[in-house]
C-alpha cells in the first residue's frame, strides 16, 4: 500500500527521491558485498516496477502528463515555483540574519506585495532550505546543516544512512511540508532520530 500512496501522490519529488533511494540502497548493499539484502531488494523492486507498470497502463495520460511537465496546470505550477524563488530572495535581502519569523513567511509575503491578494493564494517557498533561511535567519540554517554533518561523519551510521539522508535531501530540495507544517517536521526530525 505504501508504494501504491507512492505512486498516486504524484509527486515528482517523493517519485524521485524514491528511485534515488532505491538505486543507492542497491549500491550500498553491493558495495558492503551484503549480497542477500542485494538479492532481496532487487526482487522487490522487480515487483515494484511490475505493480508500477500495472497502475500505469490506464492511467498512462495522467502520468505522462506529470512526468513532462507539458500541460496547462503543470506550467503553472513550474513558474509558480519559479516566482517562489524570486520571492524568497526579495525577503532574504531584507532578513538574512534573524529571517521574519517562525510561520510568519506568508504573512510577510503579503505585507510586502502591492496586490494584497487573498490570504489562500501566498503559498511558502517549495524549498525547505530556502524557508528556513527566510523564516530563522542565517544561523539556523547554519545549525541545521550542521545536523546534517555530523550525522554524516558518524562512524555508527547503518547501510540505510545514505538512501535516507538522499531521500529527505531531495525532499527537502523540491518542497515545503518537512519544515512548514508540524507533521513534517515531526517527521522529519523522527527520521533523523532513527539514522
Known amino acids: 500500500t505504501g508504494l501504491l500512496a507512492l505512486i498516486f501522490?504524484?509527486?515528482?519529488?517523493?517519485?524521485?527521491?524514491?528511485?534515488?533511494?532505491?538505486?543507492?540502497l542497491l549500491i550500498v548493499f553491493l558495495v558492503k558485498k551484503n549480497l542477500s539484502a542485494f538479492k532481496r531488494l532487487l526482487i522487490l523492486t522487480f515487483f515494484s516496477l511490475i505493480l508500477a507498470g500495472i497502475i500505469f497502463v490506464p492511467f498512462s495520460d495522467l502520468f505522462t502528463g506529470r512526468l513532462q511537465a507539458s500541460g496547462r496546470l503543470e506550467e503553472k505550477s513550474l513558474n509558480e515555483r519559479q516566482a517562489q524563488v524570486y520571492e524568497a530572495s526579495d525577503l532574504l535581502n531584507q532578513n538574512w540574519l534573524f529571517g521574519v519569523g517562525l510561520g510568519n513567511y506568508t504573512q510577510k509575503l503579503r505585507e510586502n506585495d502591492e496586490t494584497k491578494k487573498a490570504y489562500w493564494q501566498y503559498q511558502p517557498v517549495h524549498n525547505s532550505f530556502l524557508l528556513l533561511l527566510s523564516e530563522t535567519g542565517i544561523f539556523s540554517l547554519l545549525f541545521f546543516l550542521a545536523i546534517l554533518i555530523a550525522l554524516s561523519r558518524d562512524k555508527r551510521k547503518a547501510e540505510y544512512f545514505w538512501p535516507i539522508i538522499l531521500m529527505l535531501l531531495i525532499l527537502l530540495t523540491f518542497d515545503h511540508w518537512l519544515i512548514s507544517l508540524p507533521f513534517g517536521t515531526l517527521f522529519l526530525f523522527f527520521v533523523l532520530g532513527l539514522i
Open 9 to 24: 501522490s504524484f509527486s515528482r519529488a517523493s517519485w524521485l527521491a524514491f528511485v534515488v533511494s532505491l538505486i543507492t
